[in-house]
């Protein structure tokens, strides 16, 4: 599929942000962010500092300081740059700017902002430019202007921020700064386990500069000149982020000075083409074209942004955190949201980005049986709140109660267990879908079998030998912790261990002798995988009741007090009550904060009847708070498949414009919660692809069954499936589906009840309606 060419101000590829608003600061932070993969640069303006939560976020390197939260580490800010005028720094906050914009390109994830003062009879316009390099992960580059029109002294200093804003720190307590030729470094070692950062910067100063001399200090350098008129100033910075956790082939700050120095060389414009060259190939794989709803095609290419920024193309040993690379909240952690919501898009656009995310569990199993064995268990108990290795970060008490002030218990970190049924769900996803049966050599296979070893040691055997059970769980819906028989985690454990079952046919069929050394490194057996076997099948799931059709999300879950979500909250003598929990309002309740039975029909389309969804959409939905990022997509995905796409567009756009509108929670109190929402990101592309246009990547090939919005023209993306692309371009009357002509093989290809094979280079259409 061919993405359009835009310019820098078209609308469909940028976010503007108009005048100076100061309340906006820490939203637009979210909103304005960069990232590739390796860091995140928060939108913020260059001569801000920790108190406008300026954040340049090193995911992967953790750090605990004392008994606080250990978080994600924030590097020093190699592009802080001011201009003083006549004695005077220019600052939004203590001066207010006669124009202010504020704009991000997403086509070539370029930040900009240009802002004017008047000052003492002269006008003054700041304007700069800046990115985060995806074709050389470590590389950050800035074009910074500035423009007098009258006679003034104006100071432009610039380097690298030693003040950094941490949420649990400070995680760098001593940094050191050194030059060396043209270039400024900052380093420092984390608190907890040393691990070395080192920031490099080089700046270039051009325009109407004579002979004017720079001034170094510490890690900042300074240029003071003269105005008698008109004057002139370009900047051109470069700067270099290294740490040791990733780099380990030599010291850092070498590395660090050696490639600032490289990209100054090349001068701003030849690594900025190398960026836009990057992303440009990135869009071409992974846009989605809506034609006929400009406020949809906005907010789903600002989804499919978000998930690119955030998406670690460098690195097998990265996944991406529940707030991407906003910042440390939620302690930087990879939740299941990752598997369940955002894998489907890596999954259909770079298959090979979806394996890199996958392998991020393999390396993190280790973490996953260490939490088994803390809790008396075999296997694999992944962490809810996932650091480095797999450690578990979810503590014991995650909420404070609003009266008494003291931590409230949660059942998040050892009840959740339907996590190691999440992964091992993604893992077979991912072979269905690519046939990658190496992945499953290559350590896939062994956390499958180590999370089908925890649920059976999980599991309780009833008395008469019928069947198992899981007890004492909690499901996606937080609010209701403890319960018995959670429908969504029975089911996703069933289809965890049938999905190990059909792997092991698969390795052993491909290679009987290979496959017997492998149950040898897993110190398993036959016998083993036959009592997994009957495990498997005698596992209880909850079947929809014969009269109502309603699957009851645990067990005496109808039993509990049938109120409506008004009336709940009715009854709080607190806005900030935490409903959930041992006495929280909803716990006796049916209320809901997400979705939970509707996410299970949302996920196995395949497995449940139109009427058995509609009965269940039907009576989940007034009862669900939507308290989380997680649900509309869930609900939205669920309306389409009972033919509701009212509702399904309804929910879509909750989902899609979540980091767009503000409206999401940004403090609890005084706590920072805010960031970015990569789950909702990743729901947005599921229900666009997946629900309106029906596309559904199968082991069999591709299937398609499109309920595009009546006042949609045309929808247009590519998926991938076993390594072969598909262009696909759909209106309401029909489709055409052309594969690559360099694809190796035909793509079977379904379509409303029609089988077409799609030969490379060759346009099928098919007539819908």
């Not at 004492?472 to 079952?501: F, I, K, W």
């Amino acid at each position: 599929m061919k993405t359009p060419t835009h310019t820098m101000t078209d609308p469909a590829w940028t976010l503007n942000a108009e005048d100076w608003n100061p309340d906006a600061i820490t939203e637009h932070g979210n909103r304005f962010l960069l990232g590739n993969g390796h860091m995140g640069y928060r939108g913020t303006l260059e001569e801000f500092g920790p108190d406008e939560r300026v954040g340049v976020l090193l995911p992967g390197v953790f750090d605990q300081v004392g008994d606080a939260w250990r978080e994600p580490v924030n590097a020093p800010n190699g592009l802080h740059t001011r201009v003083r005028l006549n004695g005077r720094w220019l600052d939004p906050l203590e001066m207010t700017p006669i124009a202010h914009r504020q704009t991000l390109d997403l086509r070539g994830a370029l930040h900009r902002r240009e802002t004017q003062y008047q000052l003492d009879g002269v006008t003054v316009t700041v304007a700069a430019e800046r990115f985060l390099s995806a074709h050389e992960v470590h590389l950050m580059a800035m074009r910074y202007t500035v423009a007098v029109d009258g006679p003034a002294e104006v100071t432009l200093q610039t380097g690298i921020d030693p003040a950094i804003w941490d949420l649990n720190g400070p995680h760098l307590p001593h940094l050191e700064a050194s030059h060396a030729g043209d270039c400024i470094l900052l380093r420092g070692d984390t608190a907890e386990a040393g691990h070395r950062v080192a920031v490099a910067q080089v700046a270039c100063l051009s325009g109407d500069v004579a002979e004017t001399p720079e001034t170094v200090k510490d890690s900042r350098r300074s240029w003071t000149l003269q105005s008698d008129g008109a004057l002139q100033l370009e900047l051109q910075t470069f700067c270099a982020v290294y740490h040791s956790v990733e780099h380990r082939t030599g010291p850092v700050d070498q590395a660090a000075n050696a490639h600032v120095q490289r990209a100054a060389a090349r001068g701003y414009e030849a690594v900025r083409q190398d960026h836009l060259d990057t992303w440009e190939a990135r869009w071409q794989q992974a846009d989605v074209q809506i034609e006929g709803d400009t406020e949809a095609q906005k907010a789903l290419r600002y989804s499919l942004y978000q998930l690119l920024s955030a998406a670690p193309f460098h690195a097998e040993s990265l996944s991406i955190p529940a707030r991407a690379l906003s910042g440390q909240v939620y302690k930087g952690a990879v939740f299941w949201d990752t598997e369940i919501f955002m894998l489907p898009f890596f999954l259909a656009t770079f298959p090979e980005l979806a394996r890199n995310l996958l392998r991020y569990r393999v390396h993190a199993l280790p973490g996953a049986q260490a939490k088994a064995r803390e809790y008396g268990y075999a296997g694999a108990f992944y962490a809810w709140e996932s650091q480095d290795a797999g450690h578990e970060a979810c503590t014991l008490f995650n909420v404070t109660d609003v009266f008494t002030g003291r931590p409230t218990r949660t059942y998040f970190r050892d009840k959740q267990i339907h996590i190691s049924a999440d992964i091992a769900w993604a893992f077979w996803r991912y072979v269905q879908v690519t046939g990658d049966l190496a992945f499953l050599w290559d350590g896939g296979w062994q956390v499958m079998l180590e999370c089908a070893r925890f649920f059976f040691s999980y599991a309780h055997l009833k008395s008469d030998q019928s069947h198992y059970v899981l007890l004492d769980v909690t499901g996606p819906d937080e609010y209701h912790e403890r319960v018995h028989n959670n429908a969504y985690t029975n089911y996703m454990v069933a289809a965890a261990l049938q999905s190990l079952l059909t792997a092991t046919g698969r390795l052993e069929a491909s290679d009987p002798q290979r496959f017997a050394q492998l149950l040898e490194t897993c110190d398993a057996s036959p016998e083993e995988i036959e009592r997994l076997r009957d495990f498997s099948a005698r596992l209880y799931c909850p079947t929809p009741d014969p009269e109502t059709g309603v699957i009851e999300q645990f067990d005496g879950y109808l039993q509990l007090e049938n109120c409506s979500l008004e009336a709940l909250k009715s009854r709080l003598l607190d806005p900030h009550e935490y409903l959930g929990g041992g006495s929280g309002l909803a716990t006796t309740t049916q209320i809901l904060k997400q979705a939970d039975v509707v996410l299970l029909l949302a996920l196995m389309r395949d497995a449940f009847s139109v009427a058995i969804k509609r009965a269940n959409w039907a009576f989940y939905e007034p009862r669900t708070e939507h308290g989380s990022s997680l649900s509309a997509c869930a609900y939205g995905l669920s309306a389409l498949d009972t033919g509701n796409v009212d509702y399904a567009y309804e929910y879509f756009l909750k989902t899609a414009t979540i980091d767009l509108t503000g409206k999401s929670k940004q403090f609890v109190g005084p706590l920072y919660i805010g960031g970015t929402h990569p789950a909702a990101n990743g729901g947005a592309w599921m229900v666009a692809t997946e629900g309106f246009a029906g596309i559904r990547l199968r082991e069999d090939g591709v299937h398609c069954q499109p309920h595009l919005p009546t006042h949609w023209q045309a929808i247009s993306f590519s998926v991938c499936w076993r390594g072969q692309r598909l262009d696909l371009s759909m209106t309401r009357d029909g489709l055409t589906a052309t594969a690559a002509e360099d694809n190796a093989q035909p793509i079977p290809f379904f379509v409303c009840g029609v089988t077409l094979k799609c030969l490379p280079g060759r346009p099928v259409t098919v007539p819908l309606g």
